[in-house]
């Protein structure tokens, strides 16, 4: 499956961005999908996660109660909402799908198909 994600971009410390990641070549109902994030000079880390039918949601503990993982299987699609923006979160966001588990994970190797990235800036 390919995936490519979008909506980054430059927003204010307390704004909001919504990221987008389409999805082709593949059962995308069957995966489930994930966003990870890296900022300059560190490992890449979770964001969140969603199961393949989107009834199961799980967030890192930095971004619980500000971001909002959905999907939407008709459109290919899964969105991740980033309200409450904080300088921390600047970094160059990626949506992954997963092969292996079709419930979710925070562990990156989980993850077979990635996205090439989209940046996010939050200036304070």
């Known amino acids: 499956v390919q995936l490519q994600a979008s909506g980054g971009g430059l927003v204010q410390a307390g704004g909001s961005l919504r990221l987008s990641c389409a999805a082709s070549g593949g059962s995308f109902s069957n995966y489930a999908m994930g966003w990870f994030r890296q900022a300059p000079g560190k490992e890449r880390e979770f964001v969140a996660h969603?199961?393949?039918?989107?009834?199961?949601?799980y967030y890192a503990d930095s971004v619980r109660g500000r971001f909002t993982i959905s999907r939407d299987n008709a459109r290919n699609t899964v969105s991740l909402q980033m309200n409450s923006l904080k300088p921390e979160d600047t970094a160059v966001y990626y949506c992954?799908?997963?092969?292996?588990?079709?419930?979710?994970?925070?562990?990156?190797?989980?993850?077979?198909?990635w996205g090439q990235g989209t940046q996010v800036t939050v200036s304070s």
């Open positions: 969603i199961n393949w039918s989107g009834s199961t949601t």
């Open positions: 992954a799908a997963s092969g292996t588990t079709g419930w979710g994970s925070t562990f990156e190797g989980e993850y077979g198909f």
